[in-house]
Structure formats: C-alpha cells, structure tokens
C-alpha cells in the first residue's frame, strides 16, 4: 500500500509563497493522475489541482488558477505545489491522493496521509 508524506506548509504572509510535497513509499505513484486536497477548519476537504501522470495535463479550482503550479516528478516519486499570491483563505491542511481521472477527484485511491498546514496571515 503506498503511503503518501506531505511537507512544506507552514506560516506566511499573505502574498507570500510556499511550495508543497508529497513523497511517496511502498509503490509508485508514476502512473497515477495526482492530486492536492485542502481542508479549511470546520470545512469539507475541497479539491485544488491534478496533474496528469507524464506531468500533464494539469487541472486546478478556480479559486487557485493562475497562483498555484501543480508538478511531478516520477522519478523521486513526488508531486509538489508551488502556491505564490497567498491569501487568508487559502490557510488549510494540505494533502496529496492518487485519483482516478480528472472528473473523479471526489475518489482516491490510497489513505490520507498526515497533511501539512499552511496558515497564511492577513
């Protein structure tokens, strides 16, 4: 079963940058369409971007679209996200899933991970 280890969040300004990891062990995830998940206290988790497995396409919520970068690399097993224009709203724990298919981001395949907070400050 592979599990997945995010990294890289932490506390920043708004307008700041952060970028995200998601290692992955116990398999590869290089034939895998990926995904970053948030969830926002006291909220449903909510999807923010996916990336295709030979690193494209790429798909990403409205809410993130021209300030988040979603990327791969196969071979460290790893999927990040450079997130720049931080904003208030984006403080959530982030996380990382292997999902079906671009139009089926409401499923994954493997068990969450720990996640990493990301708090932005206004």
């Known amino acids: 079963q592979v599990q997945l280890v995010e990294s890289g969040g932490g506390l920043v300004q708004a307008g700041g940058s952060l970028r995200l990891s998601c290692a992955a062990a116990?398999?590869?995830?290089?034939?895998?369409?990926m995904g970053w998940f948030r969830q926002a206290p006291g909220k449903e988790r909510e999807f923010v971007a996916a990336?295709?497995?030979?690193?494209?396409?790429?798909y990403y919520t409205d809410s993130v679209k021209g300030r988040f970068t979603i990327s791969r690399d196969n071979a460290k097993n790893t999927v990040y996200l450079q997130m720049t224009s931080l904003k208030a709203e984006d403080t959530a724990v982030y996380y990382c899933?292997?999902?079906?298919?671009?139009?089926?981001?409401?499923?994954?395949?493997?068990?969450w991970g720990q996640g990493t907070q990301v708090t932005v400050s206004s």
């Open positions: 116990g398999g590869t995830i290089s034939n895998n369409v």
């Open positions: 990336i295709g497995w030979s690193g494209g396409p790429t």
């Open positions: 899933n292997a999902v079906p298919s671009f139009s089926r981001t409401n499923e994954v395949f493997y068990s």
